[in-house]
T-cell receptor, first 112, second 115 residues
Framework: DADVTQTPRNRITKTGKRIMLECSQT?????MYWYRQDPGLGLQLIYY???????NKGEISDGYSVSRQAQAKFSLSLESAIPNQTALYFC???????????FGPGTRLLVL | SQKIEQNSEALNIQEGKTATLTCNYT??????LQWYRQDPGRGPVFLLL?????KEKRKERLKVTFDTTLKQSLFHITASQPADSATYLC??????????????FGKGTHLIIQP
């Protein structure tokens, strides 16, 4: 089984809808991250969390919110989706004191 | 502003040759630099990490160099194979004082190994 899973893998939604992307991990890592990837723009950090009580904004947090429900779960919400949020979204984890990040398979989101 | 630059054009290399990818950065004093591989539609996979006080790191057919004076890292794949075809991303972790955030990624270089 994959260590970092994301659901759904693909999602089509309409402008103005609220959606949630979920990430779960079995690696036992305390740090979790959400990135988005757009063609030609690379990965951009949205939010990150170093433990259950710690939430931090990344470089492009506007329009997004997150919830760290447990050490193993980190959800990303789009409160009112807009077309320019169409992108590939990745969750990643790392252990404190370790620099390597482990990425999930991604969620492809299309906002119409 | 801080920038990470990787060659945006695809790099075509003949099988068996050495592929060399470049990562340049400005306005950073990174504690370390990482290289990741990304296949289409999949998440990046960690390959190598090199710290600011290291000049070179090797792992099997992979070699990374890090020149903090030139603000550049080179990523080499020797004896390249078609299976090495992918996009390669470099990522920086900021130095002291900026520890509370994730990695900053370059846009990646698409490597194509031709049989």
């Amino acid at each position: 089984d994959a260590d970092v899973t994301q659901t759904p893998r693909n999602r089509i939604t309409k402008t103005g809808k609220r959606i949630m992307l979920e990430c779960s991990q079995t690696k036992g890592h305390d740090r979790m991250y959400w990135y988005r990837q757009d063609p030609g723009l690379g990965l951009q950090l949205i939010y990150y969390s170093f433990d259950v009580k710690d939430i931090n904004k990344g470089e492009i947090s506007d329009g997004y919110s997150v919830s760290r429900q447990a050490q193993a779960k980190f959800s990303l919400s789009l409160e009112s989706a807009i077309p320019n949020q169409t992108a590939l979204y990745f969750c990643a984890t790392s252990a404190s004191g370790q620099e390597t990040q482990y990425f999930g398979p991604g969620t492809r989101l299309l906002v119409l | 502003s801080q920038k990470i630059e990787q060659n945006s054009e695809a790099l075509n290399i003949q099988e068996g040759k050495t592929a060399t990818l470049t990562c340049n950065y400005t306005n950073y004093s990174p504690a370390y630099l990482q290289w990741y591989r990304q296949d289409p539609g999949r998440g990046p996979v960690f390959l190598l990490l090199i710290r600011e006080n290291e000049k070179e790191k090797r792992k099997e057919r992979l070699k990374v160099t890090f020149d903090t004076t030139l603000k550049q890292s080179l990523f080499h794949i020797t004896a390249s194979q078609p299976a090495d075809s992918a996009t390669y991303l470099c990522a920086l972790k900021k130095g002291s004082g900026g520890g509370a955030d994730g990695l900053t990624f370059g846009k990646g270089t698409h490597l194509i190994i031709q049989p």
